[in-house]
T-cell receptor, first 114, second 113 residues
Framework: DGGITQSPKYLFRKEGQNVTLSCEQN?????MYWYRQDPGQGLRLIYY???????QKGDIAEGYSVSREKKESFPLTVTSAQKNPTAFYLC?????????????FGQGTRLTVV | AQSVTQLDSHVSVSEGTPVLLRCNYS??????LFWYVQHPNKGLQLLLK??????LVKGINGFEAEFKKSETSFHLTKPSAHMSDAAEYFC???????????FGRGTSLIVHP
């Protein structure tokens, strides 16, 4: 079945540590996105990529980094520079340039700082 | 620029009564509009979408929404709430100026027995 897989489902980070969240899709979508979800704030865009080897900062990119070496994969690294990383992280993908199609979402990763 | 405003952070209804979740959008281009539902600690599931065809859109689980350009609104309705409808609902806009899905802050639907 086609879809988006995020792993792990739960992740714990110590202070000063970098962690990487995985996102893989087999929908053959060009565009991929990372969102951060906090209670009452909806989903805020961290980074997005419209094509392999290219990505752009979203609204809250500070303290995060991404790569897009393959069409199927868009990992997100939460660096030690991110001072408040505890949140629910959602990865999504969509067809590029097709307004009438929706974005598809993974099941999310909940990151907690311990 | 594009944006979405969900007018209520929480909506509380009794089971069997109608549901209305309100959404207004702002866009310099003709928009595509979407409603998603999210159950606790889960990803987002598409309920329905408007893409410049019929202004009244029917979705899954008995939900529907009407696109009103004059009011820049895309409100979500359901005639009769079910306990399983309790969840977070997000209104989303995409336009030709950006293509990036932009989210509202969400509305939490509470359904009382």
């Amino acid at each position: 079945d086609g879809g988006i897989t995020q792993s792990p489902k739960y992740l714990f980070r110590k202070e000063g540590q970098n962690v990487t969240l995985s996102c893989e899709q087999n929908l053959n979508h060009d565009a991929m996105y990372w969102y951060r979800q906090d209670p009452g704030q909806g989903l805020r865009l961290i980074y997005y990529s419209q094509i392999v080897n290219d990505f752009q900062k979203g609204d809250i990119a500070e303290g995060y980094s991404v790569s897009r070496e393959k069409k199927e994969s868009f990992p997100l690294t939460v660096t030690s520079a991110q001072k408040n990383p505890t949140a629910f992280y959602l990865c999504a993908s969509s067809r590029q340039g097709a307004l009438d199609t929706e974005a598809f979402f993974g099941q999310g990763t909940r990151l907690t700082v311990v | 620029a594009q944006s979405v405003t969900q007018l209520d952070s929480h909506v509380s209804v009794s089971e069997g009564t109608p549901v209305l979740l309100r959404c207004n959008y702002s866009s310099s281009y003709s928009p595509s509009l979407f409603w998603y539902v999210q159950h606790p600690n889960k990803g987002l599931q598409l309920l329905l979408k408007y893409t410049s065809a019929a202004t009244l859109v029917k979705g899954i689980n008995g939900f529907e929404a009407e696109f009103k350009k004059s009011e820049t609104s895309f409100h979500l309705t359901k005639p009769s709430a079910h306990m399983s409808d309790a969840a977070e609902y997000f209104c989303v806009v995409r336009t030709g100026g950006s293509y990036i899905p932009t989210f509202g802050r969400g509305t939490s639907l509470i359904v009382h027995p």
